[in-house]
């Protein structure tokens, strides 16, 4: 497993703890995704050679996998028990939040700010 480019490559979610990593690109199969969240290893891959763009969507669509894994929103008889369901939901959410922190940098100064400020 390749490194994201910072040294940050542990992302707490929940009570688990995931390793984010590069993957190398394929694309040979139709179903090849930018990114992928596996809650078997407890990983997060993001395809290498992304542009900024769509590695920044893809992390925070991936990590949103994640915490509706964690939080028991994918089980069955929660709102998003079927994949087609997940997938819907968890790619506007993401594009729309990137699009949002995309256009409105000041955000993500903000909430780490209030954030680090919790503790
Ligand atoms: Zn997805």
């Known amino acids: 497993m390749k490194k994201p480019l910072t040294k940050h490559n542990r992302i707490k979610v929940g009570y688990q703890e995931l390793t984010l990593g590069i993957q190398s690109a394929t694309f040979q199969a139709n179903n090849d995704s930018y990114g992928e969240f596996d809650h078997r290893k407890n990983t997060i891959q993001i395809t290498e050679g992304l542009s900024d763009l769509d590695y920044s969507c893809t992390l925070l669509h991936e990590i ?5 894994y ?8 929660q709102p998003l028990d079927t994949e087609a369901k997940e997938e819907v939901v968890i790619n506007n959410i993401a594009n729309g939040l990137t699009g949002v922190l995309k256009d409105n940098p000041f955000i993500l100064k903000e909430l ?3 954030l680090h400020n919790v503790r």
């Open 64 to 68: 949103i996998h994640a915490v509706c």
């Open 112 to 114: 780490a700010q209030r």
């Open 70 to 77: 964690y939080y028991g929103l994918t089980q069955t008889g």
